[in-house]
């Protein structure tokens, strides 16, 4: 079992910065790949970003390309996202997820931090 907490989101005008952590449970956190989503009012959850579990691979949606970094610390068994030129159209809650086989597949899910960006 793997629990997730999300914290760091809060209120931030465009182009300001965001760091949110996601602090896992779990004797194995190393062997998962973990990723960020992100849900706005009215639309869908969306992917946002994942890294493998060596830190070597990372994948990101378009829209946050050069502005968003994933980044994860195995041995505090710490995710983060640092959200860099933020804008509007970022705001959402922001989860965090882990991927326990690494075929993408994310079974366990954080509570949420909400990130909200003033034009």
């Known amino acids: 079992q793997v629990q997730l907490v999300e914290s760091g989101g809060g209120l931030v005008q465009a182009g300001g910065s965001l760091r949110l952590s996601c602090a896992a449970s779990?004797?194995?956190?190393?062997?998962?790949?973990m990723g960020w989503f992100r849900q706005a009012p009215g639309k869908e959850r969306e992917f946002v970003a994942t890294?493998?579990?060596?830190?070597?691979?990372?994948f990101y949606i378009d829209s946050v390309k050069g502005r968003f970094t994933i980044s994860r610390d195995n041995a505090k068994k710490m995710v983060y996202l640092q959200m860099n030129r933020l804008k509007p159209e970022d705001t959402a809650v922001y989860y965090c997820?882990?991927?326990?086989?690494?075929?993408?597949?994310?079974?366990?899910w954080g509570q949420g931090t909400q990130v909200t960006v003033s034009s």
């Open positions: 997820a882990a991927d326990p086989n690494g075929g993408l597949e994310f079974a366990y």
């Open positions: 890294i493998s579990w060596s830190e070597n691979i990372t």
């Open positions: 779990g004797r194995t956190f190393s062997d998962y790949v």
